[in-house]
C-alpha cells in the first residue's frame, strides 16, 4: 500500500484502516502549472462520472466547462472569489456541477440529486487522481452570477465548481497558498460513525 502512495501523502496522511491508494492521494492541491489539457486528458474524467449510481437511475448530474483561453473562460474565471483567481488563474479547465432537482419528464422532485451528483463528481476527482492531474472542488464563486451568466435553468441546482489542470510547482503560488499547500487531515473515525440510535 505504501508503496502506491505519493511521497507527500505517505508523509501527511495514515489512516486508521487500509484501504485503497487512490483515496488517500486524492487532495485538493492549489499548485497548476498552466499547461493545457487535450480532450484525451479530460473526457476520461467526465467518462469516470458518467458510471456514478443515481437514484432511479435519474443519472441528473450535469458538468459545464470552459478550457482556459477559450471564449468562455473569462466567464468562468471571472464567477470565481479573488482568493481562488489567485491559484486558480494556471488551470486548463474550470468545471461547474448541475444537479437537476426533477425527473426528466418533470413529474417528480429528485430528493437525491445533490447526493447523487456528489458521488458522480467524486468519480471525476478519483479519476483525475489516478491520471496524475489536479482536480480541486472549491465553493468559492458567485452562484447567482453564474445562473445568469451561463443560462442555467432553475431546474438545475449548482452545486460547487471544480477546477482541474495538471500539477505544477508550489513554489508558483503565493506564499498565502503556499503554506496550506498539504494534505490535510480528517477527523477521527469515531467522530463520525455512530453505531445504532442518534443519541
Given amino acids: 500500500m ?3 502512495l505519493s511521497d507527500e501523502v505517505r508523509e501527511n496522511r495514515k ?4 484501504i485503497h491508494p487512490i483515496i488517500l492521494n486524492r487532495w485538493s492541491s492549489r499548485a497548476l502549472s498552466g499547461e493545457e489539457m487535450t480532450d484525451d486528458d479530460l473526457m476520461p474524467l467526465f467518462e469516470a462520472a458518467r458510471w456514478a449510481p443515481s437514484s432511479s437511475n435519474n443519472q441528473e448530474w450535469l458538468f459545464l466547462y470552459a478550457k482556459n483561453n477559450s471564449g468562455e473562460w473569462p466567464i468562468y474565471f471571472g464567477l470565481l472569489s479573488e482568493g481562488n483567481q489567485r491559484w486558480a488563474k494556471r488551470a486548463a479547465v474550470l468545471v461547474i456541477v448541475l444537479s437537476r432537482k426533477i425527473s426528466d419528464n418533470g413529474e417528480k422532485p429528485i430528493r437525491t440529486h445533490s447526493f447523487d451528483t456528489g458521488l458522480a463528481s467524486e468519480n471525476l476527482l478519483l479519476e483525475g487522481t489516478r491520471r496524475g492531474f489536479i482536480a480541486h472542488p472549491i465553493g468559492g464563486f458567485d452562484r447567482d452570477r453564474a445562473m445568469s451568466e451561463l443560462n442555467i435553468p432553475d431546474v ?4 460547487c465548481m471544480i477546477v482541474i489542470g495538471k500539477k505544477g ?3 508558483m503560488l503565493e506564499e498565502k497558498d503556499r503554506v496550506r499547500e498539504i494534505p490535510s487531515q480528517r477527523k477521527p473515525l469515531n467522530d463520525m460513525i455512530r453505531k445504532g440510535m442518534f443519541g
Avoid at 15 to 18: A, Q
Fill in 2 to 4: 505504501k508503496d502506491a
Fill in 15 to 18: 489512516p486508521g484502516y487500509e
Fill in 169 to 171: 510547482s508550489k513554489d
Fill in 156 to 159: 438545475y441546482n449548482i452545486e
